[in-house]
């Protein structure tokens, strides 16, 4: 059975720094692209990182030179490491594996997701 579960959320002050986890079961991380992605109340889900299956990462511009994205194949766990974190940060963080092997933001093409875990920096 193929699970995501995320962990490692939390309530942190603006600049400070979070290290996200999505701990994944029934598959090998690294034969896929996985995604994290965040949904903010009132605002539409939007992509953050991917890493490869082949290894690489990508970002989305708001969130360059601040988040890393890794992955531990041993762990079959992937990291989101967010530093100089902002108010505009706040939103619920989700892990999700990508059907297919064309890399792309596009949250429809993700089939299986984590249950989402709360960060939250105040202003």
């Known amino acids: 059975q193929v699970q995501l579960v995320e962990s490692g959320g939390g309530l942190v002050q603006p600049g400070g720094s979070l290290r996200l986890s999505c701990a994944a079961s029934g598959f090998t991380l690294d034969y896929y692209n996985v995604a994290w992605f965040r949904q903010a109340p009132g605002k539409e889900r939007e992509g953050v990182s991917i890493?490869?299956?082949?290894?690489?990462?990508y970002y989305t511009s708001s969130v360059k030179g601040r988040f890393t994205a890794s992955r531990d194949n041993a762990k079959n766990t992937v990291y989101l490491h967010m530093n100089s974190l902002k108010p505009e940060d706040t939103a619920v963080y989700y892990c999700a594996r990508q059907i297919g092997t064309m890399l792309t933001w596009n949250p429809n093409l993700y089939n299986y997701w984590g249950q989402g875990t709360q960060v939250t920096v105040p202003s």
């Open positions: 890493i490869s299956s082949d290894g690489k990462t």
